[in-house]
């Protein structure tokens, strides 16, 4: 599976394939997914749309611009950020989103220790959760 066009970029990972174009090539993308289809059907392999997503990255300069976003591709979902491999990846590639999403998780997480030292869980213990969950995360 190889991209036909100049710029276009397939990354696959496990059981997953991105399909990366720039917006010069926007008006191939049906095509394109119809060659993936056609391959993974080729090699006893499924594309499940209601999995894929479709996101459109958007320039800096044009965020308070209204933009005319081409209609959903082959019926996939048009999306506003993505999570890929644990990163939170926006429209406008920016880190607001990621970041929101690492505070939530380790504010839960902090709300898990006190409980864990309300119920007398041990100073080293609690060291010991602490690096294995809001350490690793950050």
Known sequence: ?????GGNVIIKYADDTYLLMPAANSD??????RRIK???EDNHLQLNATKSREIIFQARGKRNKM???PPPCMGIEQVTQVTELGVVINDHMTATDHVTALLTSCTKLFYALRMLRAHGV????LMDVFRATVESKI
């Open 28 to 33: 191939t993308s049906t095509e394109k997914l």
């Open 67 to 69: 933009v005319q976003l």
């Open 38 to 40: 056609d391959w993974a």
């Open 1 to 5: 599976m190889q991209p036909r066009h």
């Open 122 to 125: 041990s100073q080293q213990s």
